[in-house]
């Protein structure tokens, strides 16, 4: 397999969990390389994945690594043999590298949780309430900007893995725009809320057991140690994946999660916010 250009979020995960096995089991880069009969400038393109990794080889590594999690290692080849592109792939040159990383990792995940406390998640917005975001941004966009960037989360939306939004008052009562966008905003939420894989809870602001918290998406993998969790920040979306790092994230989410209303009471809450609208 030669090298790519430029390997997709994904790829270097996979490199990664690779690397993260050969270290854990105390080999260098050239001790691996030694194994499978290659140079050790290939072991440091499939760890960086700037090269891919057949599934004879990973299953090699991984007996020599001695690993013995057999969900584990199926997880990694199914990575490594999936090299389709998907839909996101057509907007590469032409958004971010972050925006397609977030993509790639929604299409795959076993399901969603989204933690949201000034705007309402990407995943929900309606496309004046998503224009409104991202005409605020700071240094602005362009109008072709801002439509390239709209019609990319508007295709985003199409994502069918289960969903749970857990939703802060306060990104429910922040007039992006203006109360028509507001309230076709709260009218999604509830459209979307019956879905059967969407799930929207609200944080109202009167919860006295509420452990400020700051926005994130949690993304499952086929199996936990493929876990994903995205946080925003000023240079670019973060992706976290340190297992220590996601059980925090893990403790968090159920901490917010406990101190949300139920989706009945969030409905019969967003209805009451859109007849004060």
């Known amino acids: 397999m030669g090298p790519r250009r430029e390997p997709t979020a994904r790829e270097s995960r996979l490199g990664v969990e690779l690397r993260k096995l050969r270290e854990a089991a105390g080999l260098t880069a050239i001790e691996a390389a030694a194994l499978l009969g290659v140079n050790r400038v290939q072991i440091s393109q499939i760890e960086s994945g700037v090269k ?6 990973l299953r090699r590594l991984a007996s020599h690594y001695a690993c013995t ?6 997880a990694l080849v199914a990575m490594a043999a999936d090299r389709t592109r998907g839909w996101w792939e057509e907007y590469r040159g032409l958004l971010p590298t972050s925006f397609l990383d977030l993509s790639e990792l929604e299409h795959h995940a076993r399901f969603l949780r989204h933690v949201a406390i000034l705007y309402v998640p990407g995943l929900l917005q309606t496309e004046d309430y998503a224009r409104a975001v991202f005409s605020s941004r700071l240094p602005e966009l362009t109008q072709d900007e801002i439509e390239l960037r709209i019609r990319h989360r ?90 220590p790092q996601l059980t925090l994230y893990r403790t968090r989410f159920r901490i917010v999660e406990a101190a949300s209303l139920d989706p009945d009471k969030s409905r019969d809450f967003i209805h009451r916010l859109t007849r004060e609208l």
């Open 69 to 74: 999690d057999g969900e584990f290692v199926d």
């Open 154 to 243: 508007l295709e985003r939306q199409k994502v069918t893995a289960p969903y749970v939004a857990l939703i802060h008052e306060a990104a429910l009562r922040i007039r992006v725009r203006d109360r028509a966008t507001s309230r076709a905003q709260l009218a999604r939420l509830l459209d979307r809320s019956e879905a059967d894989h969407a799930t929207v809870r609200v944080i109202p602001f009167d919860r006295d057991d509420f452990v400020a918290s700051s926005a994130m998406t949690y993304a499952a993998g086929p199996v936990p140690k493929l876990d994903t969790v995205t946080r925003d920040a000023p240079h670019g979306t973060v992706l976290i994946d340190a297992e």
């Open 52 to 57: 891919g990794v057949s599934e004879q080889r």
